[in-house]
């Protein structure tokens, strides 16, 4: 199958990388091409640029600010900003909660929530893991009693991701204990401010503090905070889950890192040599790159599907498959830029700390590579793990 673009989509593609060009921050654009993840700041700014183009909500519906655009456009316009870098809106904003509250939500909650998610003026973080519900979702316990018209939740979610950020957290909870464990779980919307929310935060392996801890004791949620019908919170979590995995393809990411990778490997010398002269390097490299050529195919195959399915309310079960290649491919190449690195994937820190020579003979390219491959180990794992995800394509596509 060869991939062809219409005139018009080259030149919407050659539109996005002008905009790239002239608004995205310089030192956002060094920073990210480090490997390192955009501060809030970052965020917040470049999504605002956005927004005032009308670019902000590239998935949303033109009556709730989106774009309009093609599936193609959409595409393109994703892949262009993981390739440059440039941050992409915030997911759990535009990819997550946002569509959940136009699926299922009330006309009050888009007015009010809809056009602050876009702009970022609300940053939103995903109450769903649990201590014992990881993977398995469904198995929380986090407990919402309605008491005189208000909602009071009771419990624990682990592995927020940017909670420390977060003014808003949309929340998955059990209201009816007795029923099966999908079909008595309700979906919340709860302002961070809220009395009774406590953050910690959880240091990662690479000494990062991305994810954190969130506690709940008796904290009062109003009732028009609840999205969609008590106990039907379950369809929002999968119809949320299906666009989270959708995003975790991330083409445009690895082909600009698979870019980094053959510019390293030709100016890095292994025993005298470049590292791209090493036919087992080479080849680890070449299978990296059918592999993201497939997994390109298979995004597209599922966009072409997206016409089909728009009204079911229904996730394409296929964003499973992206979800899995998708991570495999991020944690692949992350392991030859280590291999490329080597002992100077570990330098990191403050450079110009007493008594540190290692950044005097380091690359620039190698900083923090080793706490990046570290970090990444995450992504075979959120957003429903590998495991999972294969259950669910087997039941899916094979009927097992």
Known sequence: MELRFTEAELNFRQEVRDFLAAECPPETRAHMI??????????????????????????????????????????IFREELQMWPAPSPLGFNINMCGPVIIE?????????????????????????????????????????????????????????????????????????????????????????????????????IEGGHEVNEVFFDDVRVPADQLVGEVNKGWDCAKFLLGNE?????????????????????????????????????????????IELKALEMTVMRVIANETKRAGTGKPDPATSVLKIKGTEIQQGVSELLMKAAGPYAWVDGDPDAEGSNDWDVAPDWAFGLAGIYFNWRKQSIYGGSNEIQRNIMAKAFLGL
């Open 245 to 289: 995995r959708f995003g975790q393809a991330r083409v445009g990411a690895s082909r600009e890192r698979i870019r980094r990778l053959k510019m390293i490997a030709k100016e890095t010398l292994d025993g005298g040599r470049p590292l791209i002269e090493d036919p087992e390097f080479r080849r680890q490299m070449t299978e990296m790159e």
């Open 104 to 204: 299922f939500g009330t006309e009050e909650q888009k007015k009010r929530f809809l056009p602050r998610m876009r702009n970022l003026d609300d940053w939103w973080c995903q109450g769903f893991s649990e201590p014992g519900a990881g993977s398995d979702l469904a198995g929380l316990k986090t407990r919402a009693v309605l008491e005189n018209g208000e909602w009071v939740i009771n419990g624990q979610k682990t592995w927020t991701t940017l909670a420390q950020h977060a003014d808003w957290i949309f929340v998955l909870a059990r209201t009816d204990p007795a029923a099966k464990k999908q079909e008595g779980i309700s979906f919340f919307l709860v302002d961070m401010k809220t009395p009774g929310i406590t953050v910690r935060p959880i240091i990662t």
């Open 34 to 75: 480090a490997g390192k993840s955009p501060t809030k700041a970052m965020v917040v700014e470049w999504q605002r640029k956005l927004n005032a183009r009308g670019w902000a909500a590239p998935e949303w519906p033109v009556e709730h600010g989106g774009p309009g655009w093609t599936p193609a456009q959409k595409y």
